[in-house]
């Protein structure tokens, strides 16, 4: 028998359930601990679980502090791009029984249906007709949907083009894989894989997901995204699903999470996500962890200060006015005119239905709509896959890290795609507001090297059918 090894070197059940516990009951509030932390965040150090205790203990008025460092870190730190993707939901079939999931085993309603490969081709050309570069594609968990499907699912992707419209990056949402299975995937050039943990609190995990489904083995869902680095994966994504049980626990969980990969892989992860559980057909779980608005708002500032590294992703399952908010913590990407019902950017129009999909959106607007709003706030909305397609893994680090890398690639990327998107699929009105926006953001440029050069290809996206040039 061939004896194949399920977890990584590192495996390793990192997460001190009574430690975390002590530390949330224990830290107090202190002024001058919180504002060391501060500065040490300020200074681009990542924070330790003890550091991000202290922060999620700051009381009121400490906690406009937070606030406000999130808000200076990202302005001074990461300018004002924000990078948008879609989802597209390949298949609803599932194995697992996770209390909290329409797509359940259990919920006999839930429409089952796996999108056919003339499915999956006429979603992403709808995607890309409306400007969408960069796709993340979302499985249940199921045998239907192993390694060398899910890269045969990437593979088509990328090779659907219409007009100027094409995916250059594929990210993946799905089942933690064995190592194998990470290797398949990875050759089929996706980008970043996300692994979300749900909650990091073991008594929680163990109530929601079910001791006799696969999803029930705590360690070797945790040990996941371990695999991937092992397979040669070093671009992954994890994230917690707030609602299932103390807030606070699962910010200390994704920290422990990243220092963890970054202690044994050399680097963190590239996101951090982190949803709140919305609600979904036929699911109704116990409402004690819901988490509030003010809540989100100090975990999303909290973990920007906590792992300065790390891109965030803030999704539609939050409303347009949260979001509008919440951009300014140092959120880095997020998503835009998402349908997550299977074949939902074709057959569903506005409506939402949730027979068909995994739970509920917030936020429906068009992409273009999210586009104009971005535009007017001032941020510069992003389709830039430079990075990964030049092998500049880790690019987020990179940002951070690298004295002039944004202003060398990141915003003259920007600036491209976001040329790109006005010429070929912008409204009326969001080109006019995002040319204005592009001629402001020239002028600030100050090598003059690069301002040209960034001019030189901003004129051949208008008048040519050059595109992707990117830097
Ligand atoms: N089936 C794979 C898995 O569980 O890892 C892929 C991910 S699932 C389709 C995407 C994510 O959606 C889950 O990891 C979970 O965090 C989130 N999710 C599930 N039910 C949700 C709900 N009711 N509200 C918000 N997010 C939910
Ligand atoms: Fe299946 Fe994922 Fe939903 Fe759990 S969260 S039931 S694994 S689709």
Same mark, same amino acid.
């Given at each position: 028998m061939i004896n194949k090894?399920?977890?990584?070197?590192?495996?390793?059940?990192?997460?001190d359930d009574d430690y975390f516990a002590g530390l949330i009951v224990k830290t107090k509030p202190d002024k001058n601990a919180v504002r060391d932390i501060i500065s040490k965040s300020m200074s681009k150090q990542a924070l330790s679980t003890e550091e991000t205790a202290m922060l999620l203990a700051a009381d009121r008025e400490l906690t406009e502090e937070i606030f406000d460092a999130a808000r200076e870190l990202k302005k001074r730190v990461y300018g004002n791009r924000i990078v948008l993707f879609a989802p597209l939901y390949i298949g609803n079939k599932c194995i697992n029984d996770c209390a909290y999931c329409a797509f359940r085993s259990s919920n006999k309603e839930s429409l089952r249906r796996t999108l056919s490969p003339d499915e999956i081709a006429a979603q992403v050309e709808a995607l890309e007709n409306v400007g969408h570069k960069r796709l993340i594609l979302v499985f249940g968990e199921h045998k239907d949907y192993d390694a060398n499907y899910i890269a045969d699912c990437v593979r088509q992707v990328y090779s659907i083009k219409v007009g100027h419209g094409e995916i250059r990056r594929v990210n993946i949402n799905a089942a933690p894989l064995d190592i194998e299975g990470f290797r398949t995937v990875k050759q089929s050039g996706i980008g970043t894989y996300q692994i979300f943990m749900? +909650?990091?609190n073991h008594a929680a995990y163990a109530a929601y997901h079910p001791?006799? +489904?696969?999803?029930?083995d705590y360690l070797y869902r945790l040990d996941g995204l371990s695999r991937a680095f092992e397979a040669g994966c070093d671009d992954v994504g994890i994230g917690a699903l707030f609602g299932l049980s103390d807030w606070r626990f699962d910010v200390l969980g994704l920290v422990s999470h990243s220092l963890f990969l970054q202690k044994n892989y050399g680097v963190g992860p590239h996101t951090i996500s982190f949803p709140r559980i919305q609600p979904a057909a036929g699911v109704d779980i116990d409402k004690k962890w819901l988490v509030g608005d003010y809540e989100f708002k100090k975990l999303v500032a909290i973990l920007r200060l906590a792992v300065p590294y790390t891109g965030l992703i803030l999704t539609a399952r939050e409303s347009p006015a949260l979001r509008r908010e919440v951009m300014n913590f140092g959120v880095s990407q997020i998503d835009a005119g998402s349908r997550i019902e299977i074949g939902g950017y074709t057959e569903l129009g506005d409506a939402q239905v949730m027979e068909r999909e995994q739970f509920v959106l917030g936020d429906i607007r068009s992409l273009d709509a999210v586009m104009k709003e971005l535009i007017d706030d001032g941020f510069v909305p992003s389709f830039c896959t430079s990075c990964y397609r030049l092998g500049r893994t880790g690019e987020h680090f990179m940002e951070f890290a690298i004295p002039g890398f944004i202003k060398k690639f990141c915003q003259p990327n920007a600036l491209t795609t976001l040329k790109e998107y006005l010429v070929d699929y912008a409204s009326k009105e969001t080109k006019a507001a995002g040319e204005k926006l592009i001629k402001a953001e020239i002028a600030k440029i100050v090598d003059e090297k690069i301002k040209s050069q960034v001019a030189d290809r901003l004129e051949k996206i208008e008048q040519t059918n050059q595109r992707d040039l990117y830097f």
């Open positions: 090894k399920i977890l990584s070197d590192s495996a390793k059940d990192f997460i749900e +909650t990091y001791s006799a +489904t696969r999803k029930g």
